[in-house]
């Protein structure tokens, strides 16, 4: 099946720092990736989807400037959490859509966030 | 809006034995696609099987089974002979016709716990 990393798996960070995640396709092209978040025992909040050469699309409630999110090539989305604080804290997960006969969503391996 | 019910917190199962695991979903769309993926203690999303609205079968992937009843809006999960690895939380999802971006809506899910 399709695979999809997340780079790092889990960090550590102070408040008042960034922290950049990466999502990749790596072996399929998505146009369209998706940024969700997930806080310990619960399902999973959709972010933002967003959409290679364009913004990203922010569910209501999610700021833009707070997680910013890159979708620079086919292959690559990157969700920046700025001037993180310990609310920010939480495992967020990056999908991939491919195209296809289900057109489903791979999933990466997700990112442990711990702002101190 | 859209709306996926899981009413299970959680279930308990005897190794070797069938557990179906619930799902009910809501939405006004003619066109939608059910899912239900599976998510280990380690993070990953597993995508297990996929019902499309049209589609007149019941899918079915290797031992998992989706019970699709349209006219009841109901997406259950069949797992057949359980094996102490399905230990998992398992999500159900709603893909609608929103667009073209195809985001997924998740249940809060269901933790499967197989006894051996």
């Known amino acids: 099946g399709a695979v999809v990393s997340q780079h790092p798996s889990w960090v550590i960070c102070k408040s008042g720092t960034s922290v950049k995640i990466e999502c990749r396709s790596l072996?399929?092209?998505?146009?369209?990736m998706f940024w969700y978040r997930q806080f310990p025992k619960q399902s999973l909040m959709l972010m933002a989807t967003?959409?290679?050469?364009?913004?990203?699309?922010?569910e209501q409630g999610v700021e833009k400037d707070k997680f910013l999110i890159n979708h620079a090539s086919l292959t690559l989305s990157t969700l920046t959490v700025t001037s993180a604080h310990p609310e920010d804290s939480s495992f967020y997960i990056c999908?991939?859509?491919?195209?296809?006969?289900?057109?489903?969503?791979?999933f990466g391996p997700g990112t442990r966030l711990t702002v101190l | 809006a859209q709306k996926i019910t899981q009413t299970q917190p959680g279930m308990f199962v005897q190794e070797k034995e069938a557990v179906t695991l619930d799902c009910t979903y809501d939405?006004?769309?003619?066109?939608?696609?059910l899912f239900w993926y599976k998510q280990p203690s380690s993070g990953e999303m597993i995508f297990l099987i996929y019902?499309?609205?049209?589609?007149?079968q019941n899918a079915t992937e290797g031992r998992y089974s989706l019970n699709f009843q349209k006219a009841r809006k109901s997406a259950n999960l069949v797992i057949s002979a359980s094996q102490l690895g399905d230990s998992a939380m398992y999500f159900c999802?709603?893909?609608?016709?929103?667009?073209?971006?195809?985001?997924?809506?998740f249940g809060k899910g269901t933790k499967l716990s197989v006894k051996p």
């Open positions: 999908s991939a859509r491919l195209t296809g006969r289900y057109n489903e969503q791979f």
């Open positions: 072996d399929f092209q998505a146009t369209t």
């Open positions: 967003s959409n290679e050469g364009s913004k990203a699309t922010y």
């Open positions: 939405t006004s769309d003619q066109s939608y696609g």
């Open positions: 019902q499309g609205s049209y589609d007149e």
């Open positions: 999802a709603m893909r609608g016709n929103r667009g073209s971006q195809g985001n997924l809506i």
